[in-house]
């Protein structure tokens, strides 16, 4: 069974930075491309970050590029997103997602993936 746990979040001032990860179990991860995802209140979910299965490709929203790095393990277990100069408007509950096929490389959209965790808040403070 896959799971997917999310942990790191939590009350940051604007500026401040904090690093998520996502552990996965269930399965033999080094395979699989992830991806972090958010969702605000009264918005929809939306793609944040994403890397392939060996760490050597990655995308970015426009709205955090330059600002987050996703990233993975060695053991490529657990995926992390640093977040820096962090913003109000990035408060949302992020997510961790994983696809079922091994094909996909970098997933940006929802629909690429099939595996969800529970969500950890973020919240930014002006």
């Known amino acids: 069974q896959v799971q997917l746990v999310e942990s790191g979040g939590g009350l940051v001032q604007a500026g401040g930075s904090l690093r998520l990860s996502c552990a996965a179990s269930?399965?033999?991860?080094?395979?699989?491309?992830m991806g972090w995802f958010r969702q605000a209140p009264g918005k929809e979910r939306e793609f944040v970050a994403a890397?392939?299965?060996?760490?050597?490709?990655?995308a970015y929203a426009e709205s955090v590029k330059g600002r987050f790095i996703i990233s993975r393990d060695s053991a490529k277990t657990t995926v992390y997103l640093q977040m820096n100069s962090l913003k109000p408007e990035d408060t949302a509950v992020y997510y961790c997602?994983?696809?079922?096929?091994?094909?996909?490389?970098?997933?940006?959209?929802?629909?690429?993936?099939?595996?969800w965790g529970q969500g950890t808040q973020v919240t930014v403070s002006s």
């Open positions: 997602a994983a696809p079922r096929s091994p094909r996909l490389r970098v997933g940006i959209y929802s629909d690429d993936y099939d595996y």
């Open positions: 269930g399965r033999t991860f080094s395979n699989y491309g």
């Open positions: 890397i392939n299965r060996s760490g050597g490709s990655t």
